[in-house]
C-alpha cells in the first residue's frame, strides 16, 4: 500500500506533520511571527507540498527526532528539490547570514573551514578579512596557550616567535626550530 493510500498519516507521522504546518504558516500566514523572514520576503511552499501526503511521500520520515527541514539554497522555496532533513548543526550553518569560503577547490562555510583547520571561528575571519594567504590560515592561535607554553619553554620571546610564523609563513614549531638552529 503506497503513502497515499494510508489513512492516518498525521498520526504515523506526528513531528513530520508539525514541520509541515509549521513551514506553511511562516510562509503563508501574515499574523506568524516569523512570516517576515518566510513569507514576507518571498519563500513559498510549492503545490505540490499544499496536501501533507505528498510532501511525507517527498521527504520521507526525519532521519533523527531531533531533524529539522531546510531549505539548501535560503533564497528559494519550499520543494522536494530544494528541501533536506538537516542535523541542528546542519541547519545552523546553513541561514541567510553564512559565510563561504573557497579553500583548495571546495566551499566551506567558515564555521566548518575553523574546525577543519583547529582554529577558533573568529581568528580564521580575521585572518581572512586581513587578506592573509590560504597556506597560513591554519597556524597555531596563541588562544591554547602553545604560544605562551613554547616561550617558557624554549625561553624565545613570545613576539619573536609570532614574526617569525608571520613573516616565514611557519607553523610555531619550525619557528622555534628555527631559533634555536640559528642560536647554536
Known amino acids: ?4 493510500q494510508r489513512p492516518g498519516l498525521t498520526l504515523m ?14 510562509c503563508n500566514n501574515t ?10 520576503r518571498g519563500i513559498t511552499v510549492c503545490d505540490r507540498w499544499n496536501a501533507f501526503q505528498n510532501f511525507i511521500e517527498d521527504m520521507g520520515p526525519k532521519p533523527t ?3 529539522s527541514i531546510d531549505r539548501i539554497n535560503n533564497n528559494l522555496g519550499y520543494t522536494k528539490e530544494n528541501c533536506r532533513w538537516s542535523t541542528p548543526i546542519q541547519q545552523a550553518r546553513n541561514t541567510r547570514n553564512t559565510i563561504y569560503i573557497e579553500y583548495q577547490n571546495k566551499r566551506y562555510t567558515l564555521a566548518e573551514l575553523a574546525e577543519i583547520l583547529q582554529v577558533p571561528r573568529g581568528t580564521l575571519y580575521r585572518r581572512i578579512a586581513r587578506g592573509e594567504s ?15 607554553a613554547t616561550s617558557r619553554i624554549t625561553g624565545i620571546p613570545k613576539s619573536t616567535l609570532l614574526n617569525r610564523m608571520r613573516r616565514n609563513n611557519l607553523t610555531l614549531q619550525e619557528a622555534a626550530y628555527e631559533w634555536a638552529t640559528i642560536k647554536e
Do not use: F, V
Open 1 to 4: 500500500m503506497g503513502l497515499m
Open 13 to 26: 507521522y506526528p513531528s513530520e506533520y508539525s514541520t509541515w504546518e509549521n513551514m506553511k504558516q511562516r
Open 31 to 40: 499574523k506568524c511571527i516569523s512570516y517576515h523572514n518566510y513569507g514576507g
Open 65 to 67: 527526532h531531533n531533524s
Open 134 to 148: 590560504q597556506s597560513i590560515w591554519n597556524r597555531p592561535t596563541n588562544r591554547t596557550g602553545q604560544l605562551s
